[in-house]
C-alpha cells in the first residue's frame, strides 16, 4: 500500500496510484472547522499565530482522518498582511479577514511592503512547516499561496482595482508584477522550508469577475511567472491551481497556465473540465454546501460521483467552519472505498 506522499506524487507524476487522493489544501480551501479544533485542543485564533500551534492543528486534520495531506495556512490574508494590510485574526468561528486596505489606488503600490521572512505570520508559516517535515515525512505537506489578483484586490478596494485593471492598465499592471514577485518569494521560502506541494488559490481571477481579455492579460501570466518561478527552484515540485466560480470562458487561457492540477469549485462540471483539459489532472469538487449543512450519506454520494472525473479528490473551496466532522470524514471514507456512482438527487 502507498503512503499519502508516494500516492499524491504518483498521480503528479503521471503514474497509476493504488486509488485517488483524498485532500485539502489550505490556504483558501480551509481544512480546518471548529469541532476539529475543540478535538485537537488548539484553536483559532492563537493558531495563525504560533507555528507549534499552526503544525498541530494542520496535523488534526490528518490524525482525525479527514484528508491525507498536511496543509498551511489557514487563510488568504498572510501574504497581504506582510504587505501592509490590516488584518482582524478573526474568532474560533472566523477566519481572518482584511479590515484595512494597504492603498487606495494602484498608483499607490510602491508604498507596499516587500515581504520579511524574519518576522510576522510569514515567519510563522515557514516554521510550522519545518515541524510538520520533521513530524511525519510520509504526509504530503502543502504549502498555500494567494493568487496574485486575489492578493492584489486584498490590498486595495477590489472594485477599485477591477476598474483600474480597464481604464488605468499602467500602474494596475505594476501593482500586479509587485505582488507576483512577493508571492513568488514567499512560495520559494516554503519549498527551502520543506513543503512537499504547493496550491495557488486566486478566487478573484474568476472568469466572472475578469472576463477572458483580462485572464489573459493580467491573471494568466502572473500565475505563470509564479509557477515557472517555483519549478525553476525545484523542478519536480507539483503545483495545483484553484480557482472559483465559473470558468468556461476562460478555459482556453487557463489551459496554458503551467500547473500540473486544475481544481474547480462546485458550480463547474469535472466532466466539461475533464473534456476541456485533455491530459491534465482534475481536482474536486465536493459541495461545501453539503459539507456544512447536509448528511454523510449525501457527502458520501458527492464524493462518489466526483470520483467519476477527479484525478484528486477534494472539497469544492475552503469548507465552513460549522461543518460537522462526521461529514468531513465521508470524503475520505467513500474515496476508500473506492466505487464511483450517480450524482445524487438535488433535495
Same mark, same amino acid.
Given at each position: 500500500?502507498?503512503?499519502?506522499?508516494?500516492?499524491?506524487?504518483?498521480?503528479?507524476?503521471?503514474? $497509476?496510484?493504488? *486509488?485517488?487522493?483524498?485532500?485539502?489544501?489550505?490556504?483558501?480551501?480551509?481544512?480546518? $472547522?471548529?469541532?476539529?479544533?475543540?478535538?485537537?485542543?488548539?484553536?483559532?485564533?492563537?493558531?495563525?499565530?504560533?507555528?507549534?500551534?499552526?503544525?498541530?492543528?494542520?496535523?488534526?486534520?490528518?490524525?482525525?482522518?479527514?484528508?491525507?495531506?498536511?496543509?498551511?495556512?489557514?487563510?488568504?490574508?498572510?501574504?497581504?498582511?506582510?504587505?501592509?494590510?490590516?488584518?482582524?485574526?478573526?474568532?474560533?468561528?472566523?477566519?481572518?479577514?482584511?479590515?484595512?486596505?494597504?492603498?487606495?489606488?494602484?498608483?499607490?503600490?510602491?508604498?507596499?511592503?516587500?515581504?520579511?521572512?524574519?518576522?510576522? *505570520?510569514?515567519?510563522?508559516?515557514?516554521?510550522?512547516?519545518?515541524?510538520?517535515?520533521?513530524?511525519?515525512?510520509?504526509?504530503?505537506?502543502?504549502?498555500?499561496? $494567494?493568487?496574485?489578483?486575489?492578493?492584489?484586490?486584498?490590498?486595495?478596494?477590489?472594485?477599485?482595482?477591477?476598474?483600474?485593471?480597464?481604464?488605468?492598465?499602467?500602474?494596475?499592471?505594476?501593482?500586479?508584477?509587485?505582488?507576483?514577485?512577493?508571492?513568488?518569494?514567499?512560495?520559494?521560502?516554503?519549498?527551502?522550508?520543506?513543503?512537499?506541494?504547493?496550491?495557488?488559490?486566486?478566487?478573484?481571477?474568476?472568469?466572472?469577475?475578469?472576463?477572458?481579455?483580462?485572464?489573459?492579460?493580467?491573471?494568466?501570466?502572473?500565475?505563470?511567472?509564479?509557477?515557472?518561478?517555483?519549478?525553476?527552484?525545484?523542478?519536480?515540485?507539483?503545483?495545483?491551481?484553484?480557482?472559483?466560480?465559473?470558468?468556461?470562458?476562460?478555459?482556453?487561457?487557463?489551459?496554458?497556465?503551467?500547473?500540473?492540477?486544475?481544481?474547480?469549485?462546485?458550480?463547474?462540471?469535472?466532466?466539461?473540465?475533464?473534456?476541456?483539459?485533455?491530459?491534465?489532472?482534475?481536482?474536486?469538487?465536493?459541495?461545501?454546501?453539503?459539507?456544512?449543512?447536509?448528511?454523510?450519506?449525501?457527502?458520501?454520494?458527492?464524493?462518489?460521483?466526483?470520483?467519476?472525473?477527479?484525478?484528486?479528490?477534494?472539497?469544492?473551496?475552503?469548507?465552513?467552519?460549522?461543518?460537522?466532522?462526521?461529514?468531513?470524514?465521508?470524503?475520505?471514507?467513500?474515496?476508500?472505498?473506492?466505487?464511483?456512482?450517480?450524482?445524487?438527487?438535488?433535495?
Amino acid at each position: 500500500m502507498m503512503t499519502e506522499k508516494e500516492r499524491l506524487a504518483a498521480v503528479f507524476k503521471g503514474g $497509476t496510484p493504488d *486509488r485517488p487522493p483524498c485532500i485539502c489544501p489550505g490556504g483558501m480551501m480551509n481544512m480546518i $472547522t471548529t469541532e476539529l479544533m475543540e478535538k485537537a485542543g488548539t484553536l483559532w485564533p492563537m493558531a495563525h499565530t504560533k507555528a507549534k500551534l499552526m503544525a498541530d492543528l494542520a496535523a488534526a486534520s490528518y490524525d482525525l482522518r479527514c484528508f491525507e495531506n498536511y496543509g498551511l495556512p489557514f487563510c488568504m490574508t498572510v501574504e497581504v498582511e506582510a504587505m501592509g494590510a490590516e488584518v482582524d485574526l478573526g474568532s474560533l468561528e472566523r477566519e481572518p479577514h482584511v479590515v484595512k486596505y494597504a492603498i487606495d489606488s494602484a498608483e499607490q503600490w510602491p508604498q507596499l511592503r516587500p515581504l520579511d521572512f524574519s518576522r510576522g *505570520r510569514v515567519r510563522v508559516v515557514l516554521d510550522a512547516i519545518k515541524l510538520l517535515k520533521a513530524r511525519n515525512d510520509a504526509v504530503p505537506i502543502i504549502g498555500n499561496l $494567494t493568487g496574485p489578483v486575489s492578493a492584489a484586490s486584498s490590498l486595495m478596494e477590489p472594485t477599485v482595482y477591477y476598474k483600474q485593471l480597464r481604464r488605468n492598465k499602467g500602474p494596475a499592471k505594476e501593482l500586479t508584477d509587485f505582488v507576483t514577485e512577493e508571492l513568488l518569494k514567499f512560495g520559494l521560502e516554503q519549498i527551502e522550508a520543506g513543503v512537499d506541494f504547493i496550491a495557488i488559490s486566486d478566487p478573484s481571477a474568476s472568469g466572472e469577475i475578469l472576463g477572458p481579455a483580462l485572464f489573459d492579460e493580467f491573471a494568466r501570466p502572473a500565475l505563470t511567472r509564479i509557477i515557472e518561478g517555483l519549478k525553476e527552484r525545484r523542478p519536480d515540485l507539483g503545483v495545483i491551481l484553484h480557482i472559483c466560480g465559473k470558468m468556461r470562458t476562460v478555459f482556453k487561457s487557463l489551459s496554458q497556465v503551467p500547473a500540473e492540477v486544475l481544481s474547480f469549485d462546485a458550480v463547474v462540471s469535472l466532466a466539461k473540465a475533464k473534456e476541456s483539459f485533455p491530459g491534465r489532472l482534475i481536482m474536486g469538487n465536493v459541495s461545501t454546501f453539503a459539507l456544512e449543512l447536509s448528511t454523510p450519506e449525501k457527502v458520501a454520494a458527492l464524493t462518489r460521483h466526483c470520483l467519476k472525473w477527479a484525478d484528486v479528490v477534494s472539497p469544492a473551496c475552503g469548507m465552513g467552519v460549522g461543518s460537522p466532522l462526521k461529514n468531513v470524514q465521508s470524503i475520505l471514507d467513500a474515496v476508500k472505498s473506492g466505487e464511483a456512482g450517480k450524482a445524487p438527487e438535488a433535495e
